[in-house]
């Protein structure tokens, strides 16, 4: 978690005002200090909204990898990829909306940012169906 808040959003404050965003409660730099410090426990949906935020999952990855240590789940579940483009394409448009009524440069990188967030669900997910359409093909499970 401390390289995910160093890497990604640089400070306390700003990870802190990035789960507010996203789960809607507050939390303050100093909760998270302690968390970090491995005085308390971090609560799932927070760790869920940073990796969401960072577009890096990398607390999810090793769970992954812990509860199926002999499956290759680097590139994750095309149904969990599949709900990843909806709940971000879906920001975007929301984002796009908002910025063309308000026409403010603030809703405008906000816009940015979420259609950036959709294009990076959007080419994981390519990735993913690209790899399964190769491993069906090397296999002799081709379609043609």
Same mark, same amino acid.
């Given at each position: 978690?401390?390289?995910?808040?160093?890497?990604?959003?640089?400070?306390?404050?700003?990870?802190?005002?990035?789960?507010?965003?996203?789960?809607?409660?507050?939390?303050?730099?100093?909760? %998270?200090?302690?968390?970090?410090?491995?005085?308390?426990?971090?609560?799932?949906?927070?760790?869920?909204? %940073?990796?969401?935020?960072?577009?890096?999952?990398?607390?999810?990855?090793?769970?992954?990898?812990?509860?199926?240590?002999?499956?290759?789940?680097?590139?994750?579940?095309?149904?969990?990829?599949?709900?990843?483009?909806?709940? +971000?394409?879906? +920001?975007?448009?929301?984002?796009?909306?908002?910025?063309?009524?308000?026409?403010?440069?603030?809703?405008?990188?906000?816009?940015?940012?979420?259609?950036? +967030?959709?294009?990076?669900?959007?080419?994981?997910?390519?990735?993913?169906?690209?790899?399964?359409?190769?491993?069906?093909?090397?296999?002799?499970?081709?379609?043609?």
């Amino acid at each position: 978690m401390a390289a995910l808040i160093d890497g990604t959003f640089g400070s306390l404050d700003a990870a802190a005002e990035t789960i507010y965003a996203r789960t809607g409660r507050p939390v303050s730099k100093g909760t %998270l200090s302690k968390r970090l410090a491995g005085h308390c426990g971090w609560p799932a949906d927070e760790i869920w909204a %940073l990796e969401d935020a960072a577009g890096r999952h990398p607390v999810s990855r090793m769970r992954t990898r812990q509860l199926k240590p002999n499956e290759v789940t680097a590139g994750g579940c095309i149904m969990a990829q599949a709900g990843k483009i909806f709940k +971000e394409t879906g +920001e975007a448009v929301d984002a796009i909306f908002a910025a063309q009524q308000s026409a403010s440069a603030e809703d405008w990188a906000k816009a940015s940012k979420e259609i950036q +967030e959709a294009e990076e669900v959007l080419a994981r997910s390519r990735a993913y169906a690209e790899s399964m359409m190769a491993a069906a093909v090397s296999s002799g499970h081709s379609s043609s």
